[in-house]
C-alpha cells in the first residue's frame, strides 16, 4: 500500500497522470475558440483597411466582404487604382496597368485560383478551413508539437482532396495560428509557400492577425498590415456588379 502510494505521488508529482495529450479535434476546438469563430460566423460584412508591401512598392489596399461568397478590393499602385471582384464563382477587375480603364472578366483559372486560396485561409474567414475541413473534404493530422522561435507549436496537417497539403502551426499555449507551410506550383513552376501570421487583435470578440507575411523558398515576397476592420457595416450591392464598359 505504501509502495503503491509513492508511487502515485511520483507520477503526479512528474506531471504523468492526467497529462493525456490532446487530439487534432481538441487542438481545432481549441484554436476555434481562441479566434472567436462563433463570433465570426454572426458577422454579415467585413471591411478592412490596411497598406500592403510587395517588390519594395508599398500601396494602400481595402477590402470589402459580404457572406456569403462576395469579395472586393481596391488597391492604389502608384496612384493607380486596381479593383479586383470576386462574386460567388464569376468575377472582374478594373486594372489600367493593362491599358483598358474597362471592366474585365476573371479568367475561370484566376477565379479557381482565387477560391482554392479562400480554402486555405483561415484568417477572418467565414471559409475557415478549420471550421468547414468536414465538409469540404480535407483529412487533418497531428503531426506533433515542436518550436518556432523558442514557442512551442503543434503542427496540423490539411490534406486536400487532390493530395496536396498544408502544415498549420498553432501556438500551443494561446491556440492562435502563427504560420502556415505548403508546397505549390504555379505556371509549371514548385516552390515553398509559408505564411506567418502576428500582431493579433481582437475585433468584437473576434481574433484577427493585423500583420501578414508571405514567403516564397524562404524570402520574403509580400506583406500586409491591416490598420482598420469594421464588422456588418451596409454594402451597397453595386459594389460586386460588373459596371458597364465607358
Known amino acids: 500500500m ?6 502515485l505521488i511520483s507520477i503526479i508529482v512528474t506531471g504523468q497522470l492526467f ?18 469563430q462563433d463570433n465570426l460566423m454572426k458577422v454579415k460584412t467585413i471591411k478592412t483597411t490596411g497598406k500592403a ?6 500601396f494602400k489596399i481595402t477590402s470589402y466582404e459580404k457572406r456569403p461568397d462576395c469579395d472586393r478590393a481596391e488597391m492604389e499602385i502608384q496612384g493607380v487604382k486596381i479593383i479586383l471582384v470576386r462574386d460567388k464563382d464569376t468575377g472582374w477587375m478594373i486594372n489600367p496597368v493593362t491599358g483598358s480603364a474597362d471592366p ?15 480554402s ?3 484568417v477572418i474567414n467565414w471559409d475557415n478551413p478549420f471550421y468547414t475541413w468536414k465538409e469540404i473534404g480535407v483529412k487533418p ?28 502551426f498553432i501556438d500551443a499555449d494561446k491556440f492562435i495560428l502563427l504560420s502556415q507551410k505548403s508546397t505549390k506550383t504555379t ?32 524570402q520574403l515576397s509580400n506583406s500586409a498590415v491591416s490598420e482598420t ?3 456588418d457595416l451596409v454594402f451597397n450591392d453595386s459594389l460586386f456588379i460588373k459596371p458597364a464598359k465607358n
Not at 487530439?23 to 472567436?36: F, M, P
Not at 508591401?53 to 508599398?58: A, F, R, V
Not at 513552376?189 to 514567403?215: A, M
Open 141 to 168: 493530422e497531428l503531426s506533433g508539437k515542436e518550436g518556432i522561435g523558442g514557442i512551442p507549436v503543434y503542427n496540423i496537417k490539411f490534406t486536400y482532396k487532390d493530395g496536396h497539403s498544408v502544415n498549420f
Open 19 to 36: 497529462s493525456q495529450e490532446l487530439t487534432v479535434d481538441d487542438v481545432i476546438s481549441k484554436y476555434l475558440k481562441a479566434i472567436g
Open 229 to 231: 476592420v469594421e464588422f
Open 53 to 58: 508591401n510587395q517588390g519594395g512598392i508599398e
Open 187 to 218: 505556371q509549371g513552376q514548385t516552390y515553398e509557400s509559408e505564411t506567418k501570421y502576428s500582431d493579433y487583435r481582437n475585433v468584437s470578440g473576434v481574433l484577427y492577425p493585423s500583420k501578414i507575411e508571405s514567403f516564397v523558398n524562404g
Open 104 to 118: 474585365q472578366d476573371l479568367p475561370a483559372e484566376a477565379i479557381k485560383s482565387i477560391i482554392d486560396e479562400s
Open 120 to 122: 486555405e485561409d483561415p
Open 2 to 7: 505504501k509502495r503503491a502510494l509513492i508511487l
